[in-house]
């Protein structure tokens, strides 16, 4: 059994950050593990930046930043976290500024900062269109300097908890194929999010909710997962992301008359509202019969209204991207785009200290040393809808957050043990598929749930197809049974992990349309058109949903308050949603 | 629909079998090489490895070797890659061990950047300022292209020193450490240019063959960053070691002759004052040239003395003329970087 104080599983912006804050402890011994090497993490996706209130370019306040992402979350948002959220966002992003992090810069030699949807001030930091992968790359490099343990290519594949207690991780060596025990005092997961069991969408092929399926399956509620928000600006057809920043910089979104359409939704905000109503405009057009291309799947994202040298400067990616997946130079023309399955609201439920905890019971009793920061928790920050450059943040606060929040707890804890019984789950699934002589093919039923889901449980969902969803994900549960494998070697056998995979994906897939089919309105990111409006007084809460009992027929779902308790300031009161 | 085969690299680790397999598939228009390896693998063959992730150009994952060059396989489509019909071969990087088909150890590559120390080295006498630190955009505009590095390995794949330089520790880790000289936050410029200057494999062992910048999918440049990291070092005073004696020798040689003294070269390289001071590990280096020198000569390619006449007077004259006017130009890039370095010291006396 491999042992360490403290294992942070996924090695994106959150895990990083927290490793960079525990290894402040010399007398610790902290780990990272990931199925990918961390230079590889979806963090590195993330294009047009990371809000905070530094004031550089216009008069900005954290409490305006606080209620932005309150209104922006359509009052789902935990206010004590966004709080802590929007508070400590300048100091953190001069932290990774001294670390050298590559940020662009102004006229005066600041962070450079410009506009993004649903913030009120220019507050999106950013280093060109690639503000992501400079924020991962200065995180990694100074885990390098420290020399922080790294467990690359290995992949987690079960959480161990006994009696609230997490002992640690049961994880698969990729390289060696061997399955090894890894018992820490404290264990958090930054494992990201779950957009890939979404037809279109712009999440790496990593993103398949392992973390999040690990603490279900460990017994810990999931809180919001029917909340996944449909970015307004993918590419058509493959949904690869051209950043919001290219509205942010000014482009304009018409349909196929060549319509600023924004103008009947969000006259306010045009193509800067929030990114859940500028999805549902494009949808709504496309529906209407105005969208383009021979497909009226999409409608044109204009950039030339920039100028083709600030284009050129500031959207360096979202140029060759045009160019080189669409074919489409967007100097000449405009690119055709599609709402885009994008980031995870919902996630394990856990406080501003990164403490996992089961929020709907009587004193909230926490997951003794099992932490959880980013995409894959649900803090809740974004409530039912995140806005742009929000996530980065919310990744580098939470991380150090989950990291100090380790840090005072980790040395009253006891040494934790995993035993050979706390391994079978893990060593039967991987001998199943390594054995397994079924009919179905894994790339199948992974393409059809995927075909669901964005179908059927999209951009606006409604009870009949709801139910639909949930009869075919669960007819692909059945069918994943019989699946069979390939790739019978212990070598980089990534047809194992895929089918891996592909179980968590069935297995959230039936969450996310469960918590969606209960929650009888609409808002932020879930859209229903027969419960168009928001319903404050049945629906001001949280979905928990815990994972079926012997006996249960599906998911178990409990709901818990909205933190409505900052601690610096009045709560805002709810309010409708208008831009 | 069209239907293009693919020849693609294999290798088995279990029975240590390497072989070319070769598959057809169904192409749409749009379609990209990594769509194609993973309908390979969804459809055909389940046990073709590769590495992907985020598959637009970002993560890194997915370069491999297509029709002998590597490139990301997401951002490469079929009808670009795919000539006259032939099919595309797809093969690993190259100058890593294959772990199986596709995937490649990418420890050697990655252990360069923590050689090279690839990381912000704070200034250590003062706290950081309260806010961030000044940064004029023309100082990030000089470096930021080399920030851009996704790490994907192409240009160490491709580069014709690693695959005979084990020490060589390759453009990606040279251009990230030309990113931290240029970043006036970074406290060990001159260490850094030391270090570069002075290592087994450092920024003299490049040979300028451009390959790297013609493998990088990003902006990185990796070369340019090279070659401006020699006259940084030089200017910065780290003159006395193999490098710059070498292209001092090379030059002096071409000047004085009109053509390249392979005699006298390795001689210059290793340092004249050393070897007459009986410095052993410059004797060693001598000795170090002698069975490569052998080989030359044998196969004629390093003349001896009778052998080599140069260039006549005119053209000599005309060398001499080459000389005066690169020198000129030099001047003027001088001057240009007289004003860059005020700039640089202004920005960091601010710390």
């Not at chain 1, 404290?186 to 969408?201: D, E, L, P, S, W």
């Not at chain 2, 590495?51 to 997915?62: D, L, P, V, Y």
């Not at chain 2, 006549?312 to 970087?337: L, M, S």
Request: charged share 25%; glycine share 10%; with cysteine.
């Amino acid at each position: 059994m491999l042992q360490h104080d403290v294992l942070i599983v996924g090695s994106g912006l959150a895990g990083m950050r927290a490793a960079l804050e525990v290894s402040n402890d010399p007398t610790l011994d902290v780990a990272i593990l990931s199925k990918v090497h961390p230079l590889r993490s979806h963090s590195g996706a993330a294009q047009g930046g990371i809000a905070a209130s530094l004031g550089n370019s216009a008069e900005d306040s954290w409490d305006l930043h606080m209620f932005d992402t309150v209104k922006g979350g359509d009052y789902l948002v935990d206010q004590d976290a966004a709080e802590v959220l929007t508070r400590e966002g300048p100091e953190n992003i001069f932290e990774l500024e001294h670390m050298g992090c590559a940020f662009s810069r102004d006229d005066e030699g600041r962070v450079a900062q410009r506009r993004f949807g649903g913030h009120t001030a220019p507050r999106a930091c950013y280093a060109a269109d690639r503000t992501g992968h400079a924020v991962l790359t200065v995180l990694f490099e100074q885990l390098l300097r420290r020399g922080v343990k790294v467990y690359s290519e290995w992949y987690a594949l079960d959480l161990v908890v006994k009696d609230n207690v997490c002992q640690g991780l049961v994880a698969y060596d990729i390289l060696s194929g061997q399955i090894e025990a890894i018992s820490a005092k404290a264990v958090m997961f930054g494992t990201g999010g779950y957009g890939r069991a979404f037809r279109v969408t712009t999440n790496a092929f990593a993103s398949t909710g392992d973390g999040v399926v690990m603490a279900y399956r460990a017994g810990i509620p999931l809180e919001d997962m029917e909340f996944v928000q449909f970015h307004p600006t993918g590419l058509q057809g493959s949904g690869i992301l051209l950043s919001e920043a290219a509205r942010g910089e000014g482009a304009h979104i018409v349909n196929s008359d060549g319509f600023r359409f924004m103008e009947n939704y969000a006259p306010g905000r045009m193509e800067l509202a929030p990114r859940d109503i500028v999805a549902r405009a494009e949808q709504s057009e496309i529906e209407a019969g105005r969208g383009v291309t021979s497909l009226r799947d999409s409608v044109f994202m204009d950039l030339r209204p920039i100028g083709e040298e600030r284009i050129r400067y500031a959207l360096p990616s979202v140029l060759h991207l045009a160019r080189d997946f669409a074919g489409i130079d967007p100097l000449d023309a405009p690119v055709p785009i599609q709402p885009t399955a994008h980031y995870s609201m919902g996630g394990i439920p856990c406080d501003i200290n990164g403490q996992v905890r089961i929020k709907d019971l009587d004193g909230a009793p926490e997951i003794t040393g099992f932490f959880a920061a980013g995409e894959a928790s649900c803090v809740s920050v974004h409530g039912a809808n995140r806005l742009g450059t929000n996530s980065l943040l919310e990744a580098v606060v939470m991380g150090r957050r989950a990291g100090r929040g380790i840090l005072d707890v980790v040395h009253d804890l006891e040494p934790t043990s995993i035993d050979e019984g706390d391994m079978a789950n893990a060593i039967g699934e991987v001998d199943r598929f390594l054995t397994a002589d079924g009919s179905q093919k894994v790339g199948e039923i992974r393409a059809e749930l995927r075909d669901t889901m964005m179908d059927k449980c999209g951009v606006f969902r409604d009870d009949a197809e709801l139910r639909e969803c949930l009869g075919e994900v669960k007819e692909y549960q059945e069918r994943f049974e019989n699946v069979a494998i390939d790739d019978h070697g212990s070598t980089f056998n990534t047809d194992l992990l895929d089918a891996i995979e592909l179980g968590h994906m069935l297995e959230y897939s039936e969450v996310i349309t469960v918590g969606a089919i209960a929650r009888q309105e609409s808002r932020g990111g879930h859209a229903r058109r027969d419960f168009p409006d928001r319903d404050d007084e049945n629906w001001h809460r949280h979905t928990l949903a815990y994972r079926p009992q012997d006996g249960d027929d599906g998911p178990r779902l409990e709901y818990c308050e909205v933190n409505m308790e900052p601690k610096f300031r009045e709560p805002f009161p709810l309010q409708e949603r208008t831009y | 629909m069209a239907q293009q085969e693919f020849i693609i690299d294999r290798y088995n680790p279990d029975t240590d079998e390497s072989y070319q397999e070769s598959f057809n598939v169904d192409v749409q228009p749009g379609q990209t090489v990594l769509d194609s390896l993973n309908a390979i693998k969804w459809e055909q063959d389940g046990t073709l490895s590769f590495r992907m992730s985020c598959r637009h150009a970002i993560c890194g994952s997915c370069a491999m070797k297509v029709n002998g060059q590597s490139m990301l396989t997401c951002q490469t489509q079929v009808d670009a890659a795919a000539e006259r019909g032939d099919p595309i071969r797809v093969g690993p990087q190259g100058n890593q061990n294959v772990i199986k088909d596709l995937v490649v150890d990418v420890t050697k590559f990655l252990d360069q950047f923590e050689r090279a120390e690839t990381w912000l080295e704070p200034y250590e006498d003062q706290d950081p300022p309260e806010r961030e630190y000044r940064q004029k955009v023309e100082e990030f505009d000089h470096w930021s292209h080399a920030s851009t590095c996704i790490h994907c390995g192409a240009c160490y794949s491709d580069c014709t020193v690693a695959g005979v330089d084990e020490n060589f520790l390759g453009p990606a880790a040279l251009a990230k450490a030309y990113r931290f000289v240029m970043d006036s936050r970074d406290s060990k410029r001159d260490e850094r240019l030391k270090f570069l200057s002075e290592e087994q494999g450092g920024i003299w062992d490049c040979t300028r063959c451009y390959m790297c910048v013609q493998a990088c999918p990003k902006d990185v440049l990796p070369m340019d960053a090279i070659m401006e990291l020699r006259t940084l070092a030089i200017e910065a005073g780290h003159t006395n070691n193999h490098g710059v004696r070498h292209h001092k020798g090379f030059t002096s040689g071409v000047r004085k002759r009109g053509r390249l003294d392979e005699m006298m070269l390795p001689i210059q390289s290793v340092g004249i004052g050393r070897l007459i001071t009986g410095n052993l590990s410059a004797h060693k280096e001598m000795m170090d040239y002698t069975p490569g020198a052998i080989r030359l000569l044998k196969t004629r390619k390093l003349l001896t003395i009778a052998q080599r006449h140069g260039a006549n007077a005119e053209g000599r004259e005309q060398i001499e003329r080459i000389f005066d006017e690169v020198e000129a130009e030099k001047h003027h890039h001088d001057v240009d970087a007289d004003a860059f370095g005020a700039e640089f010291e202004t920005a960091i006396g601010g710390h």
